[in-house]
């Protein structure tokens, strides 16, 4: 199954730092998302990217998991080159993630 049929996602950005919250539709999905997006699972869905660092922070009364991207943004938005230099798209891509039942 994909991310997506069971959270929904939203980014921000400061920097050259992107932040990637994943929350799930339903609490009944909150243990398979804390267990599935593990830190280092999302810095190897995402390995086309140069990121430096990738922290994970727990937000179990919202259903939610909120990851900070270090590095991520080729720059920022003022120095970097790329299309979505906001990083807003990243959400779409951490959704196709593929995560067990």
């Given amino acids: 199954m994909l991310l997506r049929d069971i959270a929904h996602s939203r980014t921000g950005d400061k920097g050259n730092i992107s932040n990637i919250s994943v929350i799930a539709y339903d ?3 909150w243990a398979l998302l ?3 997006m593990t830190s ?5 869905h995402l390995d086309w990217m140069e990121i430096a660092n990738v922290e994970r922070f727990i937000l179990p009364q919202l259903g939610a998991l909120n990851f900070v991207l270090y590095g991520a943004l080729n720059g920022g938005v003022t120095r970097s080159l ?4 906001h990083g807003k798209c990243l959400s779409s891509a951490v959704l196709e993630m593929e995560i067990r039942k």
């Fill in 82 to 85: 790329a299309l979505d230099a």
């Fill in 34 to 36: 804390e267990t599935e």
């Fill in 27 to 29: 609490m009944s999905h």
């Fill in 40 to 44: 280092e699972r999302l810095r190897s």
